[in-house]
């Protein structure tokens, strides 16, 4: 079964910058949209960026302009580029791809920590 792997948390410093990568064990046949969500302690998950196949990104407010979602089809990867990072970034971010028939598939999550 399909298992996405994240990787690149780590303790940042206010105002510096960290990328993320998702990684497929190979290429998916029908995924519609990948993204990225991240839940910090007591707050629900939320949607952080996620591109839509034959459309383009789509990011929540606090990260336009500081985030930027990519992915790399020859090697089944998907990117979170992260600057000028905040406290309030501070969460475990996972991966999330979305197949055409309904299907979910979830990275285990990485934690990113935000502090001085």
């Known amino acids: 079964q399909v298992q996405l792997v994240e990787s690149g948390g780590g303790l940042v410093q206010p105002g510096g910058f960290r990328k993320l990568s998702c990684a497929a064990p190979?290429?998916?046949?029908?995924?519609?949209?990948m993204g990225w969500y991240r839940q910090a302690p007591g707050k629900q998950r939320e949607l952080v960026a996620r591109?839509?196949?034959?459309?383009?990104?789509n990011y929540e407010d606090s990260a336009k302009g500081r985030f930027t979602i990519s992915k790399d089809n020859a090697q089944n990867t998907l990117y979170l580029q992260m600057n000028s990072l905040k406290p309030e970034d501070t969460a475990v971010y996972y991966c999330?791809?979305?197949?055409?028939?309904?299907?979910?598939?979830w990275g285990k999550g990485t934690l990113v920590t935000v502090s001085s």
């Open positions: 190979g290429s998916i046949p029908g995924i519609v949209a």
């Open positions: 591109i839509i196949s034959g459309g383009g990104p």
């Open positions: 999330h791809y979305l197949h055409l028939l309904g299907m979910e598939y």
